[in-house]
């Protein structure tokens, strides 16, 4: 292989979700003084030359990105190992470490997990914090976050088959009323809306999503504002299409790094569940197969290990 084209190879290896060791073994490894330094002029988005002292030295930035990819395959290996209940609570208190901007993931925990599994991680995480989901949710949430968390992390739903229609009629409607007196009453301060999301069955829900859209003709997401209010209703009503647009984002090229690190933490977390309906989902919305899609993003070990999870489920 010509130099220049090891050079792109080299540059590729860097460049995505993961890196690819294998590319590094057998071209950098190689690579003599002169080869090393060649490189490090002809990539100046990675190094910086000091002319006063002529050297080139790596870009921080670069480095403390590398550090993430390094170290993706790593973390999605430790993640797949771990009980399922551990991994949620160590999931949960990661978000409430990074602020607002995670507390996406609590609701996906609290929402697209059964009764028992979110009863369990709320066990592991006694155990492994000492407190509660609940009251670190409580203490750690200000403002107008905290009631619909509070009341999500603590449900235990019903999970049998029996839905009253007529009551899920009645509670679509409440939910069209309290959307179009939000200028009046914030929908995160209204009471019987935190009671329909946070209590509900599953299925009720979904009756509930059906008959929204039959009194306003549109679905119930697409009319609310609230961003938390709009990840719980998907993630209660439609979780393929939910974990389907995080994944999209996770695997775009540019993206921060917390929003790269859900393309980890989705397919660990739905390998054995449903990711046969997630990928059928992905696409469906998308018009290229998942497994195509991490292809072509992803790098090395950590590309190898998610496409295998992927597989599992058929």
């Given at each position: 292989m010509a130099f220049n084209q090891e050079l792109e190879a080299l540059t590729q290896a860097f460049s995505g979700h993961g890196v690819d060791e294998k590319s590094l073994i057998t071209v950098l490894g190689k690579w003599d003084p002169l080869e090393r330094e060649s490189y490090r002029k002809k990539t100046s988005h990675f190094f910086i030359e000091d002319h006063e002292r002529q050297f080139q030295r790596w870009n921080d930035h670069c480095v403390r990105l590398l550090k993430h990819e390094f170290v993706r395959f790593k973390n999605a290996v430790v993640l797949w190992s771990m009980h399922p209940w551990e991994r949620d609570a160590r999931l949960a208190k990661e978000a409430l470490k990074?602020?607002?901007?995670?507390?996406?993931?609590?609701i996906e925990i609290a929402c697209t997990r059964s009764s028992e599994e979110l009863l369990g991680a709320r066990k592991a995480y006694h155990s492994l914090f000492d407190h509660s989901i609940e009251e670190d949710v409580a203490s750690h949430i200000h403002g107008n976050d905290r009631k619909l968390l509070v009341a999500l992390v603590s449900a235990y739903r019903y999970e049998g088959t029996k839905v009253k229609d007529e009551t899920a009629k009645s509670e679509a409607k409440t939910l069209s009323n309290a959307i179009k007196n939000a200028q009046k009453k914030p929908i995160v301060e209204d009471d019987e809306v935190i009671r329909i999301l946070?209590?509900?069955?599953?299925?009720?829900?979904?009756?509930?999503?059906?008959?929204?859209?039959?009194i306003s003709g549109k679905n119930l997401e697409e009319d609310l504002n609230d961003l938390r209010f709009k990840e719980t209703v998907q993630c209660l009503c439609t979780p393929q299409v939910y974990f389907s647009k995080v994944l999209?984002?996770?695997?775009?090229?540019?993206?921060?790094k917390n929003i790269k690190k859900s393309l980890t933490r989705v397919i660990v977390t739905r390998a054995d569940i449903d990711m046969k309906e997630i990928k059928a989902e992905y696409n469906n919305l998308y018009g290229v197969s998942l497994p195509q899609k991490i292809e072509e993003t992803a790098k090395g070990n950590y590309k190898d290990f998610l496409l295998t999870l992927i597989a599992r489920g058929g």
């Open positions: 990074k602020g607002s901007t995670s507390y996406g993931v609590l946070a209590t509900r069955s599953k299925l009720h829900l979904q009756a509930v999503y059906k008959h929204y859209k039959e999209d984002a996770a695997l775009k090229i540019d993206v921060d």
